[in-house]
């Protein structure tokens, strides 16, 4: 089945730029979708179809998606982004959403 | 507000069943596909299966077909997932999620997740 690959962690200062991946074959032609899980509280969706915000998402979050890599990245980073975040796609060859293994973001 | 309302965890030896609910509120159950989600320890979130709540259809990955029920109580707006002859590799959160299809291209997506009931297995 379809595997989508995320690193299992990235940190970033307060401030900065937070860019998170998830690989997969030939994955800009998938729509992806990003959740934000915190310790405790319900995942929360982030981005969907590759780069848009639910209401209530903060414009600090984007998404793109290309060839084989889609991005998650995070301006302007708050203590209160850091939790862990997966990708999301639909596998039609199995007929069954895929998740990535999630990446732990750690703000410094 | 809209949520969905998890029970609670729950303690079970190998080779028992376990039944968890899901409490849609804030809006209809029947209105959306309800899946299950569960994400064991250190590891990524793993979609289960889903139930059409209206029709109360299902269909399963096929890693569970077979030990995985789900149901539905449309009276009072809870779903609910049994999994069966439970081993240690079922120790996990599982979650369950509204999910909105947006075609066979671009498939599923969760807009609403509950909180997670945690279901641990151990002798």
């Known amino acids: 089945s379809y595997v989508l690959t995320q690193p299992p962690s990235v940190s970033v200062a307060p401030g900065k730029t937070a860019r998170i991946s998830c690989g997969g074959n030939?994955?800009?032609?998938?729509?992806v979708y990003w959740y934000q899980q915190k310790p405790g509280q319900a995942p929360v969706l982030v981005i969907y179809y590759d780069s848009d915000r639910p209401s209530g998402i903060p414009e600090r979050f984007s998404g793109s998606n290309s060839g084989n890599t889609a991005t998650l990245t995070i301006s302007r980073v708050e203590a209160g982004d850091e939790a862990d975040y997966s990708c999301?796609?639909?596998?039609?060859?199995?007929?069954?959403?895929?998740f990535g293994g999630g990446t732990r973001l750690t703000v410094l | 507000q809209v949520q969905l309302i998890h029970s609670g965890a729950e303690v079970k030896k190998p080779g028992a069943s376990v039944k968890v609910a899901c409490k849609a509120s804030g809006y209809t159950l029947t209105i959306y596909f309800l899946h299950w989600v569960r994400q064991a320890p250190g590891r990524g979130l793993e979609w289960m299966g889903w139930i059409n709540p209206n029709s109360g259809d299902t269909n399963s990955a096929q890693k569970f077909q077979g030990r995985v029920t789900m149901t539905r109580d449309t009276s009072i707006n809870t779903a609910y997932m049994e999994l069966d002859r439970l081993t240690s590799d079922d120790t996990a959160m599982y979650y369950c999620?509204?999910?909105?299809?947006?075609?066979?291209?671009?498939?599923?997506?969760?807009?609403?997740w509950g909180r997670g009931t945690l279901v641990t297995v151990s002798s």
């Open positions: 999620a509204r999910g909105r299809w947006v075609g066979a291209t671009l498939g599923w997506y969760f807009d609403l």
């Open positions: 030939n994955i800009g032609s998938k729509s």
């Open positions: 999301q796609v639909w596998d039609s060859n199995s007929d069954h959403p895929v």
